[in-house]
């Protein structure tokens, strides 16, 4: 059982999200049987700056803040990562999130390597005049290492269209020429794409039922609950929803609903738009974040923040499969629980992809400068995510490992062979 072999051994577990992705590296290369140097080379980002951004707050003070751009690694073509704007970012968060962006466009297959950002600061506290000054003097202080064919930020916690139209023109007029594949994201008319609003949670949506068909399970009938009703997990609940899933239990940052019949999705959308929560819906019981991933359900969608499903809670999960609409949701030791019970864990690297997989496409249209409509972006983005999940199972079934530790295999195998064919110079 996993509660006599596991738990003796998993009472305290390192939370550091750096920590953990070199964790889930390490032991992926082992399997590989990756050579030391190429191990030492991906273990480590190429390249981290810390910024600091004075900027002049609405009543006259000075308010200095933090901020930080890391580039985990290029070798199969620019860097690529969102910018999160929250009180508790920190440097080995951002290290974190910029090497599984190496890992996750590789686990799709998409010409990118990994990066990430971030500025210690609470948006909600911020007017939209601080929060451009403060956006603009951001990119402003990064723009020496990004660019369209080196680093192409993108919206991630906090962080929206509006912000990434600051950083393109920001960008744009320190150049002296428009350059709008600088960033994706972007509002449409600004050269953004079709789709990429509900791109990461459509191509989660294509990689469950993906793994639906492995499993055996059929999606109409089926109960989901998702943690995390932001922009990925409130759309992947319509989605789910609308495939015909009872979505029995949601939550956001102030508390979580359950109601077993199931959740009317598009009418609480319609009530967290007016009242800013989820909390109170009529017709649903309050729960505590944390019970959300207990539900007796066959899908758990975590789309909150890192760290959720840990050894403390992971014996409580009794979903069949769990999508990782966030980055980092689960801790080693609780993937060790969850395989040990059974539980299929999609990861983070596969199934939040098609966001990443969308602003390539973004980056692809504003090169180009030739726009595709939103059927055929989705229909592109369906087959990079079908296809990298049947990559990733073969792995694990190959490896006879759990679907994380395949997804990592087949990145890190990508990512190496592009580093030992491009050679180390100088």
């Known amino acids: 059982m996993a509660t006599s072999v596991l738990a003796p051994a998993l009472q305290k577990e390192d939370l550091n999200p750096f920590q953990i992705a070199m964790h889930q ?58 910018i999160r704007y929250h009180p508790n970012v920190t440097l080995d968060e951002v290290k974190a999130l910029a090497t599984w962006m190496t890992w996750k466009c590789a686990t799709v297959n998409i010409p990118f390597g990994g990066a990430k950002g971030g500025i210690i600061c609470d948006p909600k506290a911020l007017s939209k005049g601080e929060l451009e000054r403060l956006t603009r003097r951001y990119a402003f202080e990064i723009a020496a290492v990004i660019g369209p064919d080196r680093d ?25 020429s428009n350059s709008p594949a600088i960033v994706t994201g972007k509002p449409v008319f600004l050269g953004g794409s079709l789709g990429r609003n509900e791109a990461t949670a459509r191509g989660c949506l294509f990689v469950i039922k993906a793994a639906a068909a492995v499993k055996g399970l059929k ?110 949701p689960t801790t080693p030791g609780a993937d060790a629980i969850l395989r040990e019970k059974g539980i299929m864990v999609l990861p983070d690297i596969l199934a939040n992809a098609g ?27 369906e087959r990079v995510m079908v296809k990298a999940f049947e990559d990733v199972y073969r792995m694990a079934t190959i490896y006879e490992v759990d679907m994380r530790t395949g997804a990592y295999i087949l990145a890190i195998e990508r990512v190496a062979t592009a580093m030992k064919v491009r050679g180390i110079w100088p």
Request: aromatic share 8%; glycine share 10%.
């Open 152 to 176: 192409i930020p993108a919206p991630d916690v906090y962080t929206d269209s509006q912000i990434m139209a600051w950083i393109m023109d920001t960008y744009s007029m320190s150049l002296g």
């Open 25 to 82: 590296f390490d032991l992926a290369a082992e399997k590989l049987g990756l050579d030391p140097g190429l191990r030492e080379i991906l273990r480590r980002p190429h390249r981290w700056l810390t910024v600091t951004l004075p900027i002049k707050m609405d009543d006259g003070t000075i308010k200095v803040f933090e901020g930080y751009r890391v580039q985990h690694n290029c070798a199969r073509g620019p860097c690529k990562g969102g």
């Open 219 to 328: 999606l109409r009938g089926a109960a989901a609950a998702v943690q995390g009703f932001g922009n990925a997990g409130s759309i992947a609940a319509d989605l789910l929803f609308h495939e015909g899933v009872s979505i029995v239990a949601v939550s956001d940052s102030h508390g979580g609903i359950r109601n077993l019949q199931g959740i009317d999705i598009p009418v609480l959308l319609d009530y967290k738009r007016k009242t800013g929560s989820v909390v109170n819906f009529p017709g649903t019981t309050p729960i505590d974040t944390e019970e959300v991933l207990s539900q007796p359900v066959d899908i758990l969608i975590p789309a909150a923040l890192e760290n959720q499903i840990t050894i403390h809670n992971a014996l409580k999960v009794k979903a069949s499969i769990v999508a990782e609409a966030a980055n980092g």
């Open 355 to 381: 966001g990443v997989t969308v602003s390539y496409f973004e980056w692809v249209q504003d090169l180009q400068e030739l726009f595709w409509d939103e059927d055929d972006v989705n229909r592109r983005l």
